[in-house]
């Protein structure tokens, strides 16, 4: 089967997977934390994240896959074919906002990025990639990205990365944030990283993320030309957490040299 047709099937699942978290709406939510008291999971995180794994392991049993919420595979390499899946990417939007938050599934072959999609649930939009064929949103190609200077430039991060932490080089970030036209938020690493490949912003920074939140993400990104990186400027290996820089062309490399070089990312 070719990457057209899986990435096919994928929509489906991901359409009706759609469909049941719109549906929720209406119902009461069973609302539980996992690492800390903000960190936010909910019976339809786990739902949706067991309809995949089901329709995965029925159709192509060969394939593996890593959900946020562990009832997947758990993966030492990348061999083969690997689903990297977020069954809500956003869930604090989820529950307080009933909006901004996605669906999130990048689907890779011995570790590279073959299938990328991110639905927004609510607006009703679908990014959708195959590499070597271009970004979609929904039936729409998406325009290569063009260059942008930082002074033009919207970037998507957590206010909380630009506030004091010991952990972080928060004071190389004001910079940045200074710098640029604007800065967004909006609570979904796979929303901001589709934001990124369809032009809405310019640039997205993240400090602390997971393989699902970014696999799908990545890959529609770079299928629009845009770059993805850590904040180091090193490739992703989508089996650890990391940092996250994705940009448009040029204002990726910017980005890097002018204000992150000296990080302790
Ligand atoms: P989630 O909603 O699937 O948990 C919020 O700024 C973004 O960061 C969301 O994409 C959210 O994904 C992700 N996120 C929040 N806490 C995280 C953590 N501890 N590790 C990795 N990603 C996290
Ligand atoms: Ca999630």
Redesign the pocket.
Known sequence: MNWESIAAIAKQWIMEAGQTIRTSFEMKLDIQTK?NAN?LVTNMDREVEQFFIKKVRETFPDHKILG?EGFGDNLENLDGVVWLL?P?????NFVHQQRD?AISVGIFEDGVGKVGMIYDVVRDELYHAVKGNGAYLNEKKLSELPQVDIQKAIIGI?PTWLMENRRIDHNLLIPLARDARGLRSY????LEMAFVAAGRIDAYV?L???PW?FGGGSILVEEAGGSVTNLKGEKLDFLT?DTLLVAKPGLHEKILKKYLNDGNW
């Open positions: 690492s960190d946020e977020d809500i990417d956003g869930t604090m938050f957590n609570g979904s690493a796979a993240a602390r993320l997971a939140d957490k």
